[in-house]
C-alpha cells in the first residue's frame, strides 16, 4: 500500500516543542505539494500547514500560523513540521499527505475530501502537564 510514514510525535509539556517528519514508504514519488492535518478525538480533520516543493509557498491555518514551521526535509521527499509554543489544544493525530488538486503555485492548507493521497497512520502529539 502506497502511503506516507509520519513520526516524531510524543508528549510534551506545554510550551514545548517537536519536529514531525513524513516521508514516503515503499514506494519513490517525487513531492509536489504536502499539507499536514491534524485531528483530533471528536473533532474533524484540520489541515494546519502545507508547502509547494515547486513554488516554496507555504500556508498556515490560522491556528497555528506563528508556531508551526513546513519545511523540506534534509533527506529528498522528505518534509518536516516544527511544532513550537506547542499547547495542550495542539493534542491530536497528525498526519500528511499529498495535495492531486490542480496545479497551483500555492498549496492548500484545507482539507478537501478526494483530494489528498498516501495517507499514513499518523504520529500522536499530546500536550500535557
Known amino acids: 500500500q502506497l502511503q506516507f510514514v509520519e513520526s516524531g510525535g510524543g508528549l510534551v509539556q506545554p510550551g514545548g516543542s517537536l519536529r514531525l517528519s513524513c516521508a514516503a514508504s515503499g514506494f519513490s514519488l517525487t513531492f509536489r505539494r504536502i499539507t499536514w492535518f491534524r485531528q483530533a478525538p471528536g473533532k474533524e480533520r484540520e489541515g494546519v500547514s502545507c508547502i509547494n516543493f515547486r513554488s516554496n509557498d507555504t500556508q498556515y491555518s490560522h491556528s497555528v500560523k506563528g508556531r508551526f514551521t513546513i519545511s523540506r526535509g534534509n533527506v529528498e521527499n522528505t518534509v518536516y513540521l516544527q511544532i513550537d509554543s506547542l499547547k495542550p489544544e495542539d493534542t491530536a493525530v497528525y498526519y500528511c499527505?499529498?495535495?492531486?488538486?490542480?496545479?497551483?503555485?500555492?498549496?492548500?492548507?484545507?482539507?478537501?475530501?478526494?483530494?489528498?493521497?498516501?495517507w499514513g497512520r499518523g504520529t500522536q502529539v499530546t500536550v500535557s502537564s
Open positions: 499527505a499529498e495535495d492531486w488538486g490542480p496545479a497551483s503555485d500555492t498549496c492548500m492548507v484545507q482539507f478537501v475530501e478526494g483530494r489528498f493521497f498516501y
